[in-house]
């Protein structure tokens, strides 16, 4: 359960990227964030793992009220709420193999363990034959797929997704689309940010519009226009 | 599978930092070495004039056994006195015959009568050495005193600079090597920073993400400390014909002795070459350890 409680958060004195708002994901909700750019999309996902704090308000995920964590426990937060960016961020001299492996050593796995789940990730994600390639020989579509590779293979709750289609062709997005709809058929929520009109129009899932860091509408089984 | 901090490979792409900090970590330990051993050595050399006899006393002819013990009790009563012993002219006798047993003419020509009786003597301290030779110039019958003050006080001065030098200098290299490991971690701290933040975002505490570098720095401690090591234990190896030759007529200078270990400092032997192995192991280990730890911590602050 992801809970935004009256949060707003402003950047130095005059920029106000979220305003007093208020929402509740539950467990293995699929929620798409849109709206233009600077709407407050990034923010919202930011402020769920912790790389930002609101300036009011609250942000719960499960039991934890995620703004006041101690720093010590961050690490824990991030393992529960994993990330997929824009740009990626792979580790470009690590293999696909040791890029999907770190979520699993930060959890301290033998490596036995490591190599049987990271075959299994990819195999998910259809990149098994890839585990030895670099980022930089791979499409980006298939980097993007590292990345998501990476972010379930831990202990992953909640998958927060940060515009994942935004560098991708339209085949390669609902390639991507897929892979991230079955990990929420198999139980992990997804907070997804999008401008993709079509691909938040034909999955037919719940919806928050934002606009000037407000919420505009909440709807379930809604469309964007 | 590689883990992505992979030490080798880490270690293997900044060869021209790592032979920097090894040489430094070498260089620190070895001059600490040397300073442990030449403070081991001399101090061990100090202790062991200061429980020699260090005044002797010859006496005159007339002088009797009976005189003697009352000096004997007079010297007592001062509490300054460790130990002492008398020699007798008929042991004074003998002694000069063993000294001397190759060479019959020499032994023909001396007979008890001519040789003095004696008092060796140790002091508690050898600061009252001067007291208790100011003491004894004013007994009747007291021929000569030779007393070696002036040996034990050159060899506690030396011993003192020895220390102070040595110390300044292991200080001012501890230093060198802590601002070298800061340097060349925080180097790589910067090149991989992107990497870090990265391993922030997927979850990764503070510990694993300090955890390689830290190991680097044991690294390097503990190559410096081998190198150091060898290189000591080649120089002692050099030097012990040198020094059998200065210490002639010294027996054994204990370094550590408990009930069931005893190590000396001379002859140079296998425990003492050991004994620098860990000592040097743990110093190497300990600056690497404090070292990558402080320049993980301050480079790695949010």
């Known amino acids: 359960m992801i809970l935004f409680d009256s949060v707003s958060k402003s950047y130095g004195g005059n920029i106000t990227a979220l305003k007093n708002i208020s929402f509740k994901v539950e467990n293995s909700e699929f929620v798409f964030l849109v709206g233009p750019s600077g ?3 990034t ?42 960016f824009q740009d990626f961020k ?46 930089g020989q791979l499409s980006l579509g298939e980097q993007q797929r590292v990345a998501i590779a990476r972010a379930i293979a831990g202990e992953t709750k909640v998958l927060l997704a940060d515009e994942p289609t935004g560098n991708l062709d339209p085949k390669t997005s609902w390639e991507i689309l897929k892979i991230i709809s079955k990990i929420n058929k198999d139980g992990t929520t997804v907070i ?34 | 599978m590689a883990t ?50 260090q005044l002797t006393v010859f006496f005159t002819n007339d002088k009797d056994k009976a005189s003697v013990d009352l000096l004997i009790e007079k010297l007592k009563r001062t509490g300054k006195i460790e130990n002492f012993k008398y020699i007798s002219k008929e042991e004074a006798l003998n002694i000069y015959r063993e000294q001397n047993k190759d060479d019959p003419l020499l032994l023909e020509m001396v007979t008890a009568d001519i040789l003095p009786s004696s008092l060796d003597i140790s002091t508690v301290s050898p ?22 003050k002036e040996v034990v006080d050159t060899l506690i001065s030396w011993a003192n600079t020895v220390r102070v030098v040595g110390a300044i200098f292991v200080v001012l290299l501890v230093l060198s090597t802590f601002f070298i490991l800061l340097t060349a971690i925080g180097m790589k701290i910067a090149i991989k920073r992107e990497e870090i933040e990265i391993l922030k975002l997927v979850g990764a505490t503070k510990w694993f993400i300090k955890k390689p570098f830290i190991q680097e720095g044991l690294i390097y401690g503990s190559l410096g400390a081998s190198l150091a090591w060898i290189v ?71």
Not at chain 1, 101 to 130: C, M, P, W, Y
Not at chain 2, 264 to 269: A, F, S, V
Not at chain 2, 289 to 294: K, N, Q, R, T, V
């Open chain 1, 39 to 41: 709407a407050g999309k």
């Open chain 1, 43 to 84: 923010t919202i996902l930011r402020l769920i793992n912790r790389e930002l704090t609101p300036t009011l308000g609250s942000v719960f995920v499960d039991d934890w009220e995620v703004n006041k964590l101690p720093d010590a426990k961050i690490p824990f937060l991030r393992r529960k709420v994993a990330f997929v």
């Open chain 1, 90 to 135: 792979l580790l470009s001299d690590r293999t696909v193999g040791e890029n999907v492996a770190v979520s699993l050593e930060i959890l301290g796995k033998n490596q036995e363990f490591i190599a049987e789940r990271v075959k299994r990730v990819l195999d998910t994600v259809h990149l098994e034959e890839k585990i030895s390639f670099f980022p």
């Open chain 1, 192 to 225: 997804m940010a999008s401008h993709n009109v079509d691909i938040v129009n034909s999955m037919k899932k719940r919806v928050i519009e934002l606009s000037e860091g407000k919420i505009l509408r909440d709807q379930k089984k809604s469309r964007y226009n």
């Open chain 2, 4 to 53: 992505p901090f992979n030490l080798t490979r880490r270690l293997r792409r900044t060869p021209y930092q790592v032979v920097a900090s090894v040489f430094m970590m070498f260089i620190t330990l070895f001059v600490l070495s040397l300073f442990l051993l030449l403070v081991a050595s001399t101090s061990s050399l100090v202790s062991y004039f200061e429980k020699k006899p």
């Open chain 2, 127 to 148: 600061k009252y050495l001067n007291e208790i030779y100011q003491m004894l110039k004013t007994e009747p019958g007291v021929d000569d005193i030779v007393f070696q």
């Open chain 2, 232 to 302: 000591s234990s080649l120089l002692l190896l050099y030097i012990n014909p040198y020094a059998t030759s200065f210490l002639r007529g010294v027996g054994t200078l204990k370094l550590v002795s408990f009930k069931w270990l005893s190590i000396n400092i001379w002859p140079i032997n296998i425990y003492l070459i050991l004994l620098l192995w860990l000592v040097l192991l743990i110093s190497g280990l300990a600056i690497g350890f404090i070292g990558s730890f402080y320049a993980s911590s301050r480079y790695l602050k949010e």
